[in-house]
């Protein structure tokens, strides 16, 4: 079973552009990462957010963190065509090994 | 220097063969994770080794899957007699920490 929900599943937009993807999820948390996946690909890693962090940032990421409301949010400005693929939130959790649970991901298609 | 590999890329399998699926993780890396990815899902934990052990293997959907780490380095998954439904992406990922971990770019398994 999947621990994380993606919001919204595809996301069509123009290069330049900003893009937020939504990440919710049902237990407690050690870190949450996003990582990005193009067609036929491995996981790409993006950013790690700790459960002690609100907000972090990468370049053109931005990654915030919410536990109370057990949200997590990616935003990518100045989207570009390159930044086409799917994006896959998931959690680490406080156990041995941290494995990662992911959400369903969000597909995003940036038109240029 | 090289990330994780796994081979082979592309595997097809007729039902009921025996499939045997390969990872050679980042050097170093004490932490080794076997995924599963089913067509437009997010990843899915199959089972997880520090060095040679394999410490947590809860997501392995059947007796039929067994993965082992005998020097603590090279992980081979394999799966017997393999169904339909066994059809899918397998990633491997390895970490040197209890947080990032890095993928390979995955083997897809076709079952006929």
């Known amino acids: 079973s999947q621990q994380g929900e993606e919001d919204p599943q595809a996301l069509s937009i123009q290069e330049g552009e900003n893009a937020t993807m939504n990440c919710s999820y049902k237990t407690s948390i050690n870190n949450l990462q996003w990582y990005r996946q193009n067609s036929g690909r491995g996981l790409v890693h993006l950013i790690l957010i700790r459960s002690n962090e609100r907000e972090k940032h990468s370049g053109r990421l931005r990654v915030t963190l919410d536990t109370s409301k057990k949200s997590s949010s990616l935003l990518i400005t100045a989207s570009r065509a390159a930044d086409t693929a799917s994006y896959f939130c998931?959690?680490?959790?406080?156990?041995?090994?941290?494995?990662?649970?992911f959400g369903g991901g969000t597909r995003l298609m940036v038109k240029p | 220097g090289a990330g994780v590999s796994q081979s082979p890329r592309y595997k097809v399998a007729k039902r009921g063969q025996d499939v045997a699926l390969r990872c050679d993780p980042i050097s170093g890396h004490v932490s080794l994770f076997w995924y599963q990815q089913a067509l437009g899902q997010g990843p899915e934990f199959l089972t997880y080794f520090q060095n040679e052990a394999q410490l947590d293997k809860s997501g392995l959907p059947s007796d039929r899957f067994f993965a082992e780490r005998p020097e603590g380095s090279v992980s081979t998954l394999k799966i017997q007699r393999t169904q339909q439904e066994d059809s899918a992406v397998y990633l491997c990922a390895s970490s040197s920490l209890p947080d990032t971990q890095y993928f390979g770019p995955g083997t897809r398994l076709t079952v006929l």
């Open positions: 998931a959690t680490g959790l406080n156990n041995a090994g941290n494995m990662l649970t």
